[in-house]
């Protein structure tokens, strides 16, 4: 079915990708995201892989009515939403891809929107996605990560010093 997808989705259809402002595609991916990452909540937590019993409501009423948006999402433009996500190996593979594909899309981009995107989606995948591994149960890796993560924010704003930029994605 993927194999298909990606041949037909290249040579016959792009959904509505073509017609519709790219604003709208990005907000429908971002939406998905956030349901992706609310109907997470029981797996890893809402942030540093903390739990919160309230959040049972919000987690069932968008497990009950997520399909209506992703739908929603898989029309507008269907080359966007790579068929389903079952495996919580391929969900997280899903997730963080947005992290490469949106500093890549953003260092071609001029200006500074590589920032936004860079650490905006990577301080996403520390503060919340990475807590469905295994390896976050090491205090010590994850200490090490944060420190790298820190390292590199600094290097990458050097020149500007706009941290506050880091939190426009997680936000």
Do not use: C
Request: positive net charge.
């Amino acid at each position: 079915m993927l194999l298909f997808k990606l041949i037909h989705g290249h040579i016959f259809y792009d959904g509505l990708a073509a017609t519709v402002p790219e604003g709208l595609a990005q907000g429908s991916v971002v939406a998905i995201l956030v349901i992706a990452i609310i109907i997470a909540i029981p797996r890893r937590g809402i942030i540093f892989g903390l739990r919160k019993n309230s959040s049972a409501n919000v987690v069932q009423f968008v497990k009950k009515y997520h399909g209506y948006i992703m739908s929603f999402g898989t029309v507008l433009n269907f080359h966007y939403h790579p068929v389903s996500h079952r495996s919580k190996s391929w969900t997280l593979l899903l997730e963080t891809w947005v992290f490469i594909h949106g500093t890549l899309t953003a260092i071609i981009q001029p200006g500074i929107g590589w920032q936004i995107f860079s650490y905006g989606f990577l301080a996403m995948f520390l503060l919340n996605q990475i807590y469905q591994i295994q390896i976050s149960q090491n205090k010590i890796f994850m200490a090490m990560l944060y420190i790298v993560f820190t390292f590199s924010m600094y290097l990458g704003f050097k020149k500007d010093k706009a941290y506050y930029r880091a939190t426009f994605i997680p936000i």
